[in-house]
Each structure stands twice: as C-alpha cells, then as structure tokens.
C-alpha cells in the first residue's frame, strides 16, 4: 500500500497550494479518506475528510471557505485545494485511508506560509 503525497512548497500569505494524494495497493473507491496536518511541537489535526463517494465532505473550523476536499476515484486520487493560506497554515501535510478494518499513512509533504 503507498499513499503519495505531492504539491507541498513555500508559498507567501494569501497565496494558493493543490495537494494531491496518489492511491496505489488499496482499492481507493471503498476507503475514506482525509487530509491531516500536524506543526511543529504540535499534535496531528484532522484538517479535512471526503467519504468514499465523494458524496460528504467536513472540514477543521478553522480551514472552512478556504480548503476545499476533493478525490478521483477513477484517478485513484484525492486533492486538497487551499486557497487564502495563512502562516498558521504552516505543516506537514499528510492523507490517510480508512476502511472498517484498516488505516494507512502517507509520508507527508511540508506546506510553508511566509508572511
């Protein structure tokens, strides 16, 4: 199972970011799946969750209107659109897959907000 995460990068305040997430092993249409972030000395934090169908979408409060969750089934993909990025948006950025029996991990891409 692989989750690769890509499109991290430095990018000033206000500014925009596409994350993707790249599914291969897993049979991606029946999982779950979610962005998460965690800053440094900080704990990991759901930023925003898509269920399998892509029908359901929820969002960390404090990203709300300015990310949006997305994901191709046919792809074997999920996106993550951030737009209006503040420093405090700073983080490791990873995707997780969830089944009713499993969960996997990406590796992470470093998001960077300069003020």
């Known amino acids: 199972v692989q989750l690769v995460e890509s499109g991290g990068g430095l990018v000033q305040a206000g500014g925009s970011l596409r994350l993707s997430c790249a599914a291969s092993?897993?049979?991606?249409?029946?999982?779950?799946m979610a962005w998460y972030r965690q800053a440094p000395g900080k704990q990991r934090e759901l930023v925003a969750g898509?269920?399998?169908?892509?029908?359901?979408?929820n969002y960390a409060d404090s990203v709300k209107g300015r990310f949006t969750i997305s994901r191709d089934n046919g792809k074997n993909t999920m996106y993550l659109q951030m737009n209006s990025l503040k420093p405090e948006d700073t983080a490791v950025y990873y995707c997780g897959a969830t089944s009713w029996s499993s969960h996997y991990w990406g590796q992470g891409t470093q998001v960077t907000v300069s003020s």
């Open positions: 898509i269920t399998s169908d892509g029908g359901s979408t």
């Open positions: 092993g897993i049979t991606f249409s029946i999982y779950a």
